[in-house]
Each structure stands twice: as structure tokens, then as C-alpha cells.
């Protein structure tokens, strides 16, 4: 076996394991948010720790294995993807830690109810994650196109939550409340930008098996 295809199995490796710390993170933040269990929400921040750092350890290794070794054809494509992949990764769990914040405040209010819109978000986008996370392990081309397609369903979602929130807005004058739904919002977008980002995951993934990059087409 070469050395390339090595460091590209090494490559693989912590994608992985980047990948499996990610989704532990949407795995946690939708526990909090269903059983209100703010004893955990801390594990986000220790994940989110590790997680960035192996963020910079792949894209210098990415650079490295590119530099030294000159790659070319699938190679090369499975490197690329994963420079963008790693990103993709980093930013989802920027947007988990985002979306950790917003909640600590809002359910401190043992009064507190969320709309139900927002249980379905959640386990959307870890569906397509895990699913992600298959489809690279298993080069399933159309596991990958599932993801793409799923991201339609989250913006779908997002805005019955904003039509929800605006109803809530419009219809009181207690400060506190607007308060609440103005972090409501903030959470919403977060999810919907971590659908994006699983997207470009799933999108790259594809590039990874045809080599076809499919982020600007509409269909």
C-alpha cells in the first residue's frame, strides 16, 4: 500500500471521529431541549473544545498530505472534500454552542413552552448527520442525496416557527415574552444554518463518489 493511500486512511479516521463528536453535540442539545435537562448542557462546551481543535489538526494535515504529495485525480477530489467537510463540521458546532446559550436562558423558566415545530427540527438534522456520516462510511450515493433533499424540510419548518413566534410578538406588550421569542428566533435560524451545513457535507460527499458537484444546482 502507498503512503498517500495511508495518511488518506489516517485522513479518514479523524473525519470520523470529528464527524461522531459533532453529532454527539446534536445528540446532547436535543436531549436538553426535550427533557429541559440543563445538567448537560456543558458536554457542548467540552465537544465544541475538541472539536475546533480537530478542526486545525485535518486542515494542516489536508494541506500537508497536498503539499508533500502532489496528489491527483480521486485523491486529490477526497482531500478537497474533506478541507470543506472539516469546515462544514467546525461550523455546526459553532451553530450547537449558539443554539446552548439561547437555551440555558430560556429554560431557566420552568414555564417556558416551545412550539413543537422545533422537536422536528432537531431530529431532522440528526437524522441527516447520522446519515451523512453512513454515507461517507459506506460511499452511498443516494444516503447522501436523501440529505440534500431533507434540507427543504428544515426550511419548511423554520418558517412555521417564524410565523408561530411573529403571532406571539405582535399579540403582547410584556417585555419578556418578546424577549423569549426573539431567542426562539435566534435558535431557529441556527438549526436551519446547521441544515445548510449538513447539506454542503452531503453535497461534497457525492463529489467524493461521481465527482460531480452538484452545490449549485436546483434540482
Same mark, same amino acid.
Given at each position: 500500500m502507498k503512503k498517500l493511500d495511508i495518511e488518506i486512511r489516517k485522513l479518514r479516521k479523524k473525519i470520523l471521529i470529528m464527524s461522531n463528536d459533532v453529532n454527539k453535540m446534536l445528540e446532547i442539545i436535543t436531549q436538553v431541549f426535550i427533557k429541559k435537562n440543563? *445538567? #448537560? =448542557?456543558?458536554?457542548? /462546551?467540552? =465537544? &465544541?473544545?475538541?472539536?475546533? *481543535?480537530? &478542526? =486545525?489538526?485535518?486542515?494542516?494535515k489536508c494541506l500537508k498530505l497536498i503539499a508533500l504529495n502532489q496528489p491527483v485525480g480521486i485523491d486529490l477530489r477526497f482531500i478537497t472534500s474533506i478541507i470543506r467537510i472539516n469546515g462544514e463540521l467546525e461550523r455546526i458546532a459553532d451553530e450547537t454552542v449558539n443554539i446552548a446559550r439561547?437555551?440555558?436562558n430560556l429554560l431557566?423558566?420552568?414555564?417556558?413552552?416551545?412550539?413543537?415545530?422545533?422537536?422536528?427540527?432537531?431530529?431532522?438534522?440528526?437524522?441527516?448527520?447520522?446519515d451523512c456520516i453512513k454515507s461517507f462510511n459506506t460511499n452511498d450515493y443516494n444516503l447522501a442525496i436523501s440529505v440534500v433533499k431533507n434540507d427543504v424540510k428544515i426550511n419548511n419548518l423554520n418558517k412555521k416557527i417564524m410565523e408561530y413566534v411573529k403571532h406571539f410578538i405582535v399579540n403582547t406588550n410584556n417585555i419578556i415574552i418578546v424577549q423569549k421569542s426573539i431567542d426562539l428566533i435566534f435558535i431557529?435560524? *441556527?438549526? &436551519?444554518?446547521? !441544515?445548510?451545513? %449538513?447539506?454542503?457535507?452531503? &453535497?461534497? #460527499? %457525492? /463529489? %467524493?463518489?461521481? !465527482?460531480?458537484?452538484? *452545490?449549485? =444546482?436546483?434540482?
Open positions: 440543563l *445538567s #448537560i =448542557l456543558n458536554k457542548i /462546551f467540552h =465537544l &465544541e473544545y475538541k472539536v475546533n *481543535s480537530n &478542526e =486545525l489538526v485535518i486542515y494542516d439561547k437555551i440555558n431557566k423558566d420552568k414555564q417556558f413552552k416551545h412550539p413543537m415545530y422545533f422537536m422536528k427540527m432537531f431530529k431532522i438534522i440528526a437524522n441527516m448527520l447520522k431557529a435560524k *441556527s438549526i &436551519e444554518k446547521i !441544515g445548510d451545513h %449538513i447539506t454542503n457535507i452531503g &453535497e461534497n #460527499i %457525492i /463529489f %467524493i463518489i461521481y !465527482g460531480k458537484d452538484i *452545490s449549485h =444546482l436546483k434540482n
